[in-house]
Structure formats: C-alpha cells, structure tokens
C-alpha cells in the first residue's frame, strides 16, 4: 500500500474475536445518539442548496445569450451533485424520522430534482452494501464498460479490450459521459428488460412520469432559451461536471481494496471494514463528497446521519484496532491513485488480439 495510505495496525492479531463483536460496537454508538436524527443539519443543508439553486436558475435568466452560461451549467453539475448526496441519505432513512417520511424525500430529490430513478438506485445500492466487492452480488463489480476483476477483464476481445488495458488512465475521463448514463440507465431500469417484475406497475410509471417531465422540461428550456449551439454545450457541460463529480465521490470508497470471493463466509463487521476506504479531511471533505469519506462507519451504520460520522470514526477506528480489524483511510488523491493503479493492473488479463495462445502457454512454463 502507498506510504500516505494508513491502515491502524491492530495491537493483537485476534481478527476472529471480531466476529459478534458489532454489537458490542453498535451498543457504544448508540450510548452516544449517534443514531438520532439531525433536523437542523439536513434543514440547513436543503435551504443553502435551495438558494445556491435560486441563484443559479436566476443567473441563467440574467446572462442570457453568453458563453460565461457554462459557469452555471458547472454550478448545476454540481448542485444536482450535492442534492444526489441528500437523496442517498434519505434512501437510508438518515434525514427524516420514518421511513415513508425519507423515501418521499428520497424520490422527490432522485426523480424529480436529480433525474435518476429513485427504484432503480435503491435496488443496486441495497445490494451493494448488502455484499460489498462480494463476486457475484455486488452491482458495483459487475463488468461493464470498466472491467472491476481480472476474470471480466479476460473476455474482453477487439477495441474493448483495448481500453480495458488502459482502463486506469481511463477511468476518469470516461466519467465525463457517466451523467448520460445515469440518466439513460435509469430510464432503461423502468422500461426496458430490466425493469423489475415485482407488480408495482403504478409506482413505475409514476416515476418514469416524473422522471420524464423533469428531463424533457429541463432540456426544453435551455435549449428554448439559448441558442442552439450554446444550449448544447451547456448541457454538455452541466452533465459532464454532474458525472465526474459522482464518479469521484463513489470511486475511492471501494476500488482496490479486498475481493470477497462468492462462496466466502465473513462476519458483518469484518466484510463492511475490509472491503471500504476512509478519505482523510474532516467535516471539509464530508461537505464535498456528501459523508461518503466516511465509508466505514457509512457501511457499518447506513442510517446514521452525516454529522455524526465524525465521531463514529474514532469509535469505530479504536474498535477495530482492539480487535485486529485493518481499518483503511487515506488522501483522495491518494485513493485515486489507488483506483487508477488496481483497474490498471485488473486490466492486464484482457485478451491481445495479436497474441498466441500457445506462445503464452510456453511463457509460462
């Protein structure tokens, strides 16, 4: 690992001693109210962002006809950015008291501010922290146009696998193209193959209503209002900041760090500890990638509110150096690098197009 990569060495090697030991932990969260909501925090946050919005929608209308629009097409990116932050903390009932209460809010901000599907990101990112880098039942491994695992990058044949050699330098620049996809995939989740069958007919259709009219509204009304060219362009923009800003606040809390084989068998608090990545910078770097840097205590208590994270990180940091757990935490450059690094290497197993099976055979005798 990287030398400015920490993992706080346990006093004891007694890793199996972690095993029942998160209740013990949970109890030591809970003395504390480390669980209790927030109200004024999540309130603050909404009317800062609500009037950062206001201020956005109003400098589109005042500049008009100019190029320096493309500064609020990189606000945008970056607000709906933020409100996507507050939504995935609804979705894990961190924001309002009752569940109904925070999955109304979650799909108010997903469907209709964002314009991702609130259902679909709900069913991937459940999975998810269920099986976190689990082979087999983690979404965010499964192989798609990055290739997460030597395996999946080994079928790539032709111009995929190409890119999937060089898919570390890839990786962010192809996050410029991540908001359109978002957009599209969520779009695919109700409508297509993938929608699930699960007879909530309604429910879907509601949400590819909302989604459809805050989409097709959206972009009606730059480019009504622009000039086709600038229009286009501002929407470009706005989606590719939207993208790379996403995709750097979810790529560092999990890429490279421990594969969990499909048939292995692991305790929660050893699974949610291994496989995640703390990003070092306080409460500065929680307000940037919405409490994701916090991804540890994130994964071990999902409903827990931003604001408290903080502490929960000395809590559970301490845990798990008593009980021999290693606990990862590192600078986001650094964690980039990381990322860059291991899909780098990951990369390696796709197939050459001019290489002789029986040549790489002999090489390996």
Known sequence: MPPTATTVAPRRPRQEAATGSYQQLSASVREEGLLDRTH????????????????????????GDSWFQLLIAGGLGLLFTQFAFVAHEASHRQVLRSGRANDRLGRVLANGVV?????????????????PNRIGKDPDIEMDTVSFLPESAATRTGLMA????????????????????LHLTSIRSLVGREAPKD???????LELAVLAVRLSVYVFVVLWFLPLGLGFAFLGVQLAVFGV?????FAPNHKGMKIIPADSKIDFLSKQVLTSRNILGGRWMSLLMG?????????????????????????????????GVPYTETTLVNSYRIVVRYL?????????PFDCPMVRQFRNV
């Open 115 to 131: 314009g991702i599907s609130h259902s679909w990101w709900m069913s991937k990112h459940s999975r998810h922290h269920a099986n």
């Open 162 to 181: 190409a890119l999937t050699r060089v898919q570390g330098w890839a990786f962010f620049p192809l996050l410029l193209l991540e908001g359109v996809n």
């Open 245 to 249: 800003y996403m995709g750097a606040s």
């Open 344 to 352: 780098n290497e990951v990369g390696l197993a796709a197939r050459d």
């Open 40 to 63: 004024g925090f999540y309130v603050g946050l909404m009317v800062v962002l609500g009037l950062l919005m206001a201020g956005a929608v109003a400098g589109f209308v005042l500049l």
């Open 199 to 205: 007879g909530r007919t309604r429910e879907r259709v």
């Open 291 to 323: 409490g994701l840097n916090f991804q540890i205590e994130h994964h071990l208590f999902p409903s827990m509110p931003r604001p408290h994270l903080v502490r929960a990180r000395e809590i559970v940091r301490d845990h798990c150096r008593t009980h």
